[in-house]
């Protein structure tokens, strides 16, 4: 219940619950204290007859710095043979990337055996290529290699730096920016956070964004980032940065020169088919429960399949034809069509497209 459906006898009990939630989490010493003095100006305000739309801001501040991970981080994984088998296991071919990653965890693995206890400090790597090339896999492995949470922060469409940095706590519709959003989501404070598409921001938004993520970039700055609602430093610099795009014609200079650019090459035909065969069927058919018995799909459909509408440098296309295809298998098996489904040249009209 808000508070402002909150009757003024109620709303003393309401300031009694804020300083219990107040007193039972992990917070720097100084906002406890900061948050405490406007939990108790609140309860000033309202003896004397205040607007109850301020308990309702306290309250979702109070809600929001109480969930942030001020203290709390993951122990990470460097075993770097275990990141090349996991590599290996989900990404075919790429070894120039692949290498390129290990050289980066490897970095991270020297840091944290001569100060176990220290901050990793490592390049924000920056994967830059055409639709479905495999960059946002790259940084899914970073993370589940190193034992890390990730969290994505999608920049297509982002109109304004507000987004990212947050609003002030001034009416009951402010709220954090996506950054904070990401850090309470992971439940850590030291997350991979994936900047995704950086290129695809408003134009008329794009250069308060790239200001804002020159701080977010910079470790001379980020170890106390700023949101305007949270109004307290959070350190960011146990975070890892990974960042992606299409192209880099619209990243500010001062933002690529914090990044450690990877340009992600496009698939060949048999790439695609050896892709296709090996990572993208198998996962849809282990998420829709169908077996190896139920569905084969005939090398002569696969050399079709990869080019439906002409070439195309990612996989995209053929992630969304085998989709399909395995939708319709499973509409057939469970509809009483058939147990079993072999894919080749005379029958695969019937389930591609």
Known sequence: MSA??????????????????????????????????QIERINLTLKYGGSLTQLDITAKYIDWITNLPWE???????????????????????????????????VLALQKQRAPTGTLHAPNLFFVGLAGTGKTTFAKSIAESMGRKLVRIPFGGLSSAVDLRGQSKTSPESEPGMVMKALRRAGTKNPVILLDELDRCTPESRSSIMGVLIELLDPGQNAAYTDYFIDYPFDLSQC???????????????????????????????DKIEIGKRFVLPRFMKESGLTNEQLKIEDTVWAKMVRPLGFEP??????????????????????GQGTSFVLNDENMREFVG
């Open 72 to 106: 709390k981080k993951t122990e990470d994984i460097l075993d770097i043979n275990k990141a090349k088998v996991f590599l290996d296991q989900n990404h075919y071919g790429l070894e120039p990337i692949k290498r390129r990653v290990l050289e980066y965890l490897s």
């Open 4 to 37: 402002n459906q909150t009757s003024p006898q109620n709303s003393l009990s309401e300031i009694e619950k804020l300083k219990v939630q107040l007193q039972s989490a992990v917070l720097p010493a100084n906002l406890h204290d900061k948050a405490l003095q």
């Open 240 to 270: 890892l940065f990974v960042a992606t795009a299409n192209n880099t014609n619209s990243i500010a200079t001062a933002v690529m020169d914090r990044l450690e650019l990877i340009q992600m090459p496009s698939y060949n035909d048999q």
């Open 314 to 335: 990612g996989i995209r296309s053929l992630e969304r034809e085998i989709e399909t295809i395995v939708r319709k298998i499973a509409y057939k098996i469970v509809s």
